[in-house]
């Protein structure tokens, strides 16, 4: 409408061109110049037409659009408020079924064993039991409580007598290796001594102790070492660690003549105890 409205407008101000025009070429003008200056008018009016045409649709798409984004987002923020309420709404309902199922019964459970301590405490239990009807189980009441001080009763008059100690019979106990005197053991050479050998002994607690000895000293030097550590011959040996042998320590025999002229791992193991 409103593009018709233009063109009727321009229509009209083309009216006075047209007279001024004629008035110009007075009564020289023909008809074929009549006809072309009416055509020149008409091609005006149609180019000023497509013009506003083109401009009043893009206008309007340019509106329909802004209007179309406006729709859009409105209905956007309606869904979104819609999601909001919905997901608020199951977060209730699972913050009250937590309450009622959970946290209520926990706090409640919670009171009544802090109820039960305080009465515990002020010795006054008797308030926890669900007590009796009047008039209804009075004869079982009493049966049980004579039933009880009747028991009682015989607990004290127990505890009274003297009763006598069940025998027990004392197993002996069991021989303890006889303590003799361990002799002291050579001193220990320097690093930088020759003829030297390090013996590392390998304890039943997992522990290990490490000495030097003189390749010459005699072997039993290796079992009076093991007793100074804590373990009586008589009890425990020595063996080698690869391969696993027991060692055969003799007093004329030196640790070179047994096998040990290099850094050697001996194990403290207990003996077999003949029955």
């Known amino acids: 409408m409103a593009s018709r409205g233009l063109v009727g407008i321009f229509f009209l101000s083309a009216l006075p061109l047209l007279c001024l025009e004629l008035r110009r070429g007075g009564p020289d003008v023909g008809i074929k110049d009549f006809i072309l200056l009416c055509g ?23 509106k329909s659009s802004q209007v179309y984004l406006k ?18 709404e199951a977060q209730g309902e699972k913050a009250s ?15 009544k064993k802090l109820e039960e301590r305080f009465y515990q405490m002020t010795g006054e239990t008797w308030k926890l039991s669900s007590g009796h009807k009047l008039g209804g189980d009075e004869d079982s009441v009493l049966e049980n409580a004579s039933h009880t001080c009747f ?13 006598p100690k069940p025998l027990t019979k004392v197993s002996p106990p069991a021989e303890q290796p006889t303590q003799k005197e ?4 050579p001193e220990e050479p320097s690093e930088t001594a020759t003829e030297v050998v390090t ?17 010459s000293c005699s072997s039993q030097v290796l079992l009076d070492w093991m007793m100074k550590t804590g373990y009586h011959t008589s009890l425990y040996g020595l063996s080698t660690s690869f391969p696993r042998r027991p060692l055969e320590v003799e007093g004329g025999r030196s640790l070179e003549d047994i096998g040990i002229a290099v850094d050697t791992v001996l194990n403290v193991e207990e003996k077999e105890q003949s029955s």
């Open 40 to 62: 020149r008018i008409f091609l005006l009016l149609a180019l000023l037409t497509l013009i506003i045409s083109v401009t009043t649709s893009w206008l309007n798409s340019f």
């Open 71 to 88: 729709e859009e987002e409105e209905k956007n923020e309606k869904r979104q408020k819609l999601v909001r309420k919905k997901q608020q």
């Open 97 to 111: 079924r937590y309450v009622e199922n959970i946290l209520k019964p926990h706090q409640e459970m919670k009171l």
């Open 151 to 163: 028991e009682t009763s015989n607990r004290e008059a127990a505890k009274k007598r003297k009763l």
């Open 182 to 185: 361990v002799p002291d053991l």
């Open 199 to 215: 013996v590392a002994l390998r304890r039943p607690s997992g522990s290990v102790l490490r000495r030097r000895f003189f390749k």
